[in-house]
């Protein structure tokens, strides 16, 4: 029994934030309540006086946040404490005593609660704790709590508008209980994790969701990537399935700025945009796999190709410049040779440049080169060829195509035993279509439509050879046209070396690097802002293919 403004109050039970807000509504603050005796004492007790004046200063923040901020601070706490316990959570004061249960939170230590208070921006609040924003962040590497996953998702949650979650959710029905219901982006990332479809490891679906509703939201999702990629103890974490580390027939395509967007379209994404996308594929022959793999569920991970042999190997570049007949003179592209040689010698290849090369000298070429021994003592092999192309083919000099799955083929485990198990890149900067538009400085490898050698197609299911350890980056999907700046070289080969330069030092893989080459390229657009273009990787890889990270600094910044 105690007494307060003269009113008599039976005590007995509470707690003590219930009874502190009692008192922070009162006059009198010389009150401590002990619960364990229900006496009223003097604030005699220094550390009860502490106690107290620490809870009043939680009750503080705690009614200067609104639900939005109570269901965020709900969302980043999910990797700290208890699902269930958290599911009861209705406010602040709730989050406060689960976290000071945990031993998270108390009047010494009080940083995760301004970590979190920073994370959503409420940076007027660190006062009633000591703190300030530039105070937080100082201390947030050493001290910070709050998984880069989970920020993450909480900074993917604040860009994502109404309009876009209503596609979101659109998109994902078919994952989503029947049962209709309101969703909060927070709401729906708790709930695609609680059915095993998003995961620190595994955010396959967010990507491919996000690179269909709003591309911009996939940086977000990207700088997590990139940060897992560079540490090393996550390095391997691409998963595969063991059955396709031996599957010689699996060739896998991209054309969005995410490896995992068209190999992970699924029953739950359904929308004509995606119907589209794969249409073409289909008609290559290119395996898609029809559903997502759960990362936490795979047995096997995705090492690395070794790269640590007494040769990194050759690197050969085949730029056709002119042509005899009517093809164009691909103005630009001596511009694209120099930028690949600076920088595959900067990652310790071998380059050798070949100009103005007739069909019949390529196929020469590629003989010559697969029973090159020194190739037993290199790491990899790569070929870039910049000429004219049309639908699975690239043009000689003497306006004779030839194929691109057959210059491939020479270098087969059979063909080239040299190189077996080793991996094979080729870069190939050419149209692979017959639509053309030529701006006054952007011009198309294409060859102009009037022309009778151009109505026979080669198929681009023929184009990489149905074996293990080959990548193929394609400047353009089938059917289109690629663009080059008469005096700036390339979009594509001008996207891939500057990206190769900026991503091999963080440690990045290939397939990451031409993630990111897809996104540079898919964002650019002709003067006019009319015309775009998106290269297409397909490979049979087994392994990721990470680059040695050079000791010298990259070509573009050196002088």
């Not at 709590?145 to 029905?173: A, G």
């Not at 190739?375 to 004219?388: N, P, V």
């Not at 799955?405 to 198990?421: D, G, N, V, W, Y």
Request: overall charge negative; aromatic content about 8%; charged content about 25%.
């Amino acid at each position: 029994m105690c007494n307060i403004h003269g009113c008599q109050i039976q005590i007995f039970y509470t707690d003590v934030f219930t009874f502190s807000r009692f008192l922070n509504h009162s006059s009198t603050h010389y009150v401590i309540i002990h619960l364990s005796s229900g006496e009223t004492v003097g604030s005699s007790n220094m550390e009860d006086d502490v106690s107290l004046k620490f809870r009043q200063q939680l009750l503080l923040i705690d009614e200067n946040l609104v639900a939005e901020d109570v269901a965020a601070l709900k969302f980043l706490c999910t990797d700290l404490l208890p699902f269930k316990k958290l599911e009861s959570v209705k406010s602040a004061v709730d989050i406060f005593q689960l976290l000071m249960a945990e031993d998270y939170l108390n009047e010494e230590d009080t940083f995760l609660l301004a970590e979190l208070l920073y994370r959503i921006k409420c940076h007027s609040l660190l006062r009633k704790l000591g703190y300030t924003k530039e105070k937080v962040q100082e201390r947030l590497h050493e001290k910070g709590r709050v998984s880069p996953y989970r920020q993450m998702l909480y900074e993917l949650s604040e860009n994502i508008t109404n309009e876009m979650l209503k596609d979101i959710i659109f998109l994902l029905q078919n994952c989503l209980p029947k049962r209709r219901m309101t969703l909060s982006a927070l709401e729906l990332l708790i709930l695609l994790e609680k059915q095993g479809l998003l995961s620190q490891n595994n955010v396959q679906m967010l990507e491919e969701v996000c690179m269909k509703v709003s591309p911009d939201l996939l940086e977000t999702i990207n700088c997590y990537t990139r940060a897992k990629v560079s540490l090393p103890q996550q390095e391997n974490t691409l998963p595969v399935k063991e059955s396709s580390l031996s599957h010689t027939g699996d060739i896998r395509v991209f054309t969005s700025p995410q490896e995992t967007s068209i190999k992970s379209v699924s029953s739950c994404i359904n929308d004509n945009k995606a119907a589209n996308l794969t249409q073409g594929f289909s008609e290559m022959n290119l395996e898609l796999p029809g559903e997502f793999s759960n990362v936490e569920n795979e047995s096997k991970k995705m090492t690395s190709y070794k790269m640590d042999g007494p040769r990194r190997g050759f690197c050969l570049v085949i730029n056709n410049v002119n042509f005899d007949r009517s093809l164009q003179k691909r103005k630009g592209s001596c511009k694209d040779a120099g930028e690949l040689k600076r920088v595959f010698t900067w990652l310790g290849l071998d380059v050798r440049t070949y100009t103005d090369l007739t069909s019949q000298e390529i196929k020469d070429l590629m003989r010559t080169w697969q029973h090159l021994q020194y190739h037993k003592d290199s790491d990899c092999f790569i070929c870039c060829i910049l000429s004219h192309g049309e639908s699975g083919a690239i043009y000689g000099k003497d306006e004779e195509l030839v194929s691109i799955r057959m210059i491939m083929s020479h270098f087969t485990a059979k063909q080239c035993p040299q190189l077996a198990e080793k991996p094979k890149l080729f870069f190939i900067q050419a149209c692979q279509g017959k639509e053309i538009q030529c701006p006054v400085y952007v011009e198309a490898d294409a060859q102009i439509p009037d022309l009778s050698s151009m109505q026979q197609s080669i198929s681009p299911s023929e184009s990489i050879p149905e074996e293990a350890d080959f990548l193929l980056g394609m400047a353009t999907i089938d059917g289109y046209v690629s663009f080059r700046h008469v005096q700036q070289g390339t979009w594509y080969i001008q996207a891939l070396c500057s990206k190769l330069q900026l991503l091999v030092p963080r440690g990045e893989d290939i397939l990451s690097i031409l993630t990111e080459v897809n996104e540079d390229v898919g964002r650019r657009v002709d003067r006019l802002g009319t015309k775009k273009q998106m290269p297409q990787p397909a490979y049979t890889l087994r392994r990721k293919f990470i680059f040695p990270i050079p000791r010298d600094p990259p070509p573009s910044q050196q002088h």
